[in-house]
């Protein structure tokens, strides 16, 4: 039997490998952010935007949470034959049943195209394509995440995101600035990717149409359709403001202002929950099954007290230079998306604290209750766009998005079952919030130094915040002072 004290570095790795990952993806974001702010103009930048939006919900749709069916179904210590039933069940079926679906609306849209009834057809046919592109690689990408290869599955993931940007730079600034110019050059890449990953999986595992079992295909459906619908939920809660800015303002410039800000906020999200939701999916999903919920709690909470060092952190820098980094990055001419992206920043700097502590409802495979607080929130979500972006435009779009997927978190938290339930510290919560005060004190009291450029000011409360954040936390948290000597002591 795995105890805990040997999961927690294989949690460490896997989570150190996709966090590493996600910053180099990041860094990928950031490349390309800059690049397609300035050569896109608003309205552009507003249709790749709405599109994207639109794309992602037929891809969440395509994969039926296979993926997470995957990870759940998994037969630790099975035969070769169970395996090969396995990968065939729940991997092959489901893809296919998407392309076939793909199929369909494809069809659907050349035919509307042919008649002339589509705004946009170029656009709309090249978006549908890497809709399927992307739920393709997303399936093979599994394969390895589900078998805990987290390095083979960081690098792929880091490699391709690098592939787009370098395909997409090359094609925008030879002259095709369009929303079209960016599919077009997701779709190279991702078409190179797929070939090369498919290969690599026929040497990995066995599948056939010939070992498809229907009742486990069924299962997994049962058990990944309420999850699909979730992440369509979860989408929607998410991006609804986007379609219900244009809906309103019938002007994709309002959309690109809002992506602009709201946009660049998420890669918080990407470096740190998916990082966490990469990493902790498969480990939690393991102990849970073989050492039961007291294991999960255990590692639960040994991460989310690392993440409210985390997100005290960043609070800190966005209170006091948020602003500088969107318009270092998206240009000087783009204040009006720097509240926007301040005030969602804040709150991805929040959410993963959140998400760990509502971990549980899926360990038990509820995922009908899960899809039931997705829904309602996305509902809610709709109705706060529709009462607040009429009043207060892209901010209130903003307010409405951040609030709805707080409250949902607080509801999966109270619904999780308490033997799976645990939140951060009182201690480590107040050691945090000092710290925060007093490290924002310090930049306010002196003005980052008085440096102008938004580069500099960056820098700087980066500079300051590594030091007396970082120092305060190792001077008053002496599980961290062993854990790092442990550490360095090993490497030694």
Not at 122 to 145: D, E, P
Not at 243 to 271: C, N, R
Not at 333 to 362: C, H, N, Q, R, Y
């Amino acid at each position: 039997m795995h105890k805990l004290n040997d999961d927690q570095p294989i949690f460490a790795k896997h989570l150190s490998r996709y966090a590493l990952g996600n910053v180099l993806a990041l860094g990928a974001g950031l490349v390309s952010f800059p690049v397609t702010t300035r050569l896109l103009d608003n309205a552009q930048f507003g249709i790749l935007s709405y599109f994207d939006t639109c794309i992602l919900i037929l891809a969440a749709i395509l994969k039926f949470g296979c993926g997470d069916t995957l990870v759940r179904f998994y037969p630790h210590g099975g035969t070769e034959q169970e395996f090969k039933r396995y990968w065939s069940s729940l991997l092959l079926a489901p893809a296919l049943l998407g392309v076939a679906i793909w199929v369909l609306i494809m069809l659907i849209t050349g035919y509307l195209a042919a008649r002339g009834s589509l705004e946009m057809p170029s656009t709309v046919l090249l978006s549908l394509t890497q809709g399927l592109f992307a739920v393709l690689f997303s399936h093979l990408l599994w394969v390895s995440r589900t078998r805990e290869q987290s390095r083979f599955n960081a690098t792929i993931d880091v490699t391709s995101k690098w592939g787009t940007v370098a395909m997409m730079v090359l094609i925008l600034v030879a002259g095709w600035q369009a929303a079209d110019a960016v599919y077009t050059a997701r779709l190279i890449v991702f078409a190179i990717f797929i070939i090369l990953l498919f290969f690599w999986l026929s040497r990995q595992i066995q599948f056939g149409i010939d070992s498809i079992n229907l009742g486990m295909t069924w299962r997994g459906l049962r058990y990944g359709i309420p999850l699909a619908m979730g992440e369509i939920s979860s989408i929607v809660l998410g991006l609804v403001d986007r379609i219900m800015l244009k809906y309103y303002t019938a002007d994709f410039s309002s959309v690109g202002i809002y992506s602009i800000g709201f946009g660049l906020a998420s890669y918080f999200d990407q470096v740190v929950a998916n990082s966490l939701s990469q990493a902790i999916t498969p480990v939690a999903g393991r102990l849970y099954a073989t050492e039961g919920a007291t294991a999960v709690v255990m590692l639960k909470r040994t991460v989310l007290k690392y993440l409210v060092y985390i997100s005290g952190a960043l609070i800190s820098f966005l209170l006091v230079a948020g602003q500088d980094l969107l318009l270092m990055l998206a240009g000087s001419d783009k204040t009006e998306s720097a509240k926007i992206f301040v005030v969602a920043a804040m709150f991805f700097a929040i959410m993963p604290i959140f998400k760990i502590m509502a971990l549980g409802l899926l360990l038990e495979k509820r995922s009908d209750l899960h899809f039931i607080v997705l829904l309602a929130s996305a509902a809610t979500a709709i109705i706060l766009n529709y009462i607040a972006i009429p009043i207060w435009g892209t901010l209130g779009a903003c307010f409405s998005t951040c609030l709805t997927l707080a409250g949902m978190n607080i509801v999966l938290f109270l619904l999780c079952p308490k033997s799976l339930r645990c939140a951060p510290t009182y201690e480590c919560l107040f050691r945090v919030c000092l710290i925060s005060a007093i490290c924002i004190t310090v930049m306010i009291w002196t003005d980052l130094f008085g440096v102008v450029s938004h580069w500099a000011r960056v820098l700087v409360a980066f500079s300051i915040l590594a030091v007396l954040f970082g120092g305060l936390i190792l001077a008053t948290d002496s599980e961290l002072r062993m854990r790092l000597g442990t550490l360095f002591g090993k490497s030694e």
